[in-house]
């Protein structure tokens, strides 16, 4: 599933691609919207909320949609062939005279009024990536069960929105807490620190083209500077890097499934429980 940051980038092509365009070309391709026709309206804008994209056109009207696990938007110049997928696989075709976007496998789509919005995204915490980011509150959503596995919790967009698989086992490396951790058993400062972390990574990564958590790996047993990580598996400290050595002890990364997802950790660096 995208991250926070991947979405964001996202909206922001989208931004630039429609906003302040009349749509020449629109196809909803999905059953309850295939008759919607948008030609003729403006888009106003193209928003990410968390993991939502918010594209919001002339005349009271947002199209909302989510990426999941492997839904898509690209853009394409007029004479661009669509290299996104099979056409079967299209869900959502907006173009206007300099630029087309299309959404593949897009498994949330949905025309609504703007005003509803909040029936899209209103469930959401406070954005890592948004205006409404509140630390305090991103914080008491997340302790509010105290119980709950720390990988659970980073990943409940209630809580707070933009954290995907990739930063929940990032964020549980650099608090030392394995993702079953309960989260309540995190000492406030280090739950406290973990939130803000959790947003700068994100803003940090929001406008790189391959995303960095390491900020500079050092090899064990290294006395000199930090040198920065130069291969893609040295961008991230544990995640996608099973059986291979932890980057700041050199211990065997281990593996395991959380909730469905695959979850990474440091049996040295992370303590607490594990399955």
């Known amino acids: 599933m995208p991250e926070g940051d991947t979405v964001l980038q996202t909206a922001e092509r989208l931004h630039s691609a ?22 003729g309206r403006t888009v106003l804008g193209v928003r990410a909320r968390g993991k939502h994209l918010l594209a919001r056109i002339e005349g009271g009207l947002t199209l909302h949609s989510h990426l999941r696990m492997d839904g898509a938007w690209r853009v394409y110049a007029p004479d661009e062939r669509w290299r996104g997928g099979p056409s079967h696989q299209i869900r959502a075709v907006l173009g206007n005279t300099a ?42 959503n997340l302790l509010a069960d105290p119980a709950r596995p720390l990988g659970e919790a980073l990943l409940d967009q209630r809580n707070l929105a933009g954290i ?31 939130v803000t972390t959790a947003r700068q990574l994100l803003d940090a990564n929001r406008d790189r083209p391959v995303r960095t958590t390491t900020a500079g790996a050092r090899p064990r047993g290294s006395t000199g500077p930090a040198p920065l990580a130069r291969r893609a598996s040295e961008n991230l400290w544990v995640y996608g890097r099973a059986h291979r050595p932890c980057l700041r002890c050199g211990t065997p990364i281990r593996a395991a499934e959380q909730d469905g997802r695959p979850a990474y950790w440091c049996p040295r660096c992370q303590s607490g429980p594990t399955p």
């Open 164 to 194: 995907g698989n990739i930063y929940k086992t990032e964020l549980c490396f650099l608090a030392r807490a394995t993702p079953w951790l309960p989260i309540g058993e995190l000492p406030a400062p280090t739950a406290a620190l973990l």
């Open 99 to 140: 630029a087309t976007a299309v959404g593949y496998r897009l498994p949330v789509l949905e025309l609504l009024r703007t005003r509803d919005e909040e029936k899209a995204v209103g469930h959401l915490g406070p954005d890592l990536l948004g205006p409404d980011w509140d630390a305090g509150t991103a914080l008491r």
């Open 18 to 39: 429609l906003a302040g365009q009349v749509l020449t070309r629109s196809d909803l391709r999905v059953p309850r919207f295939a008759t919607a026709d948008l030609t």
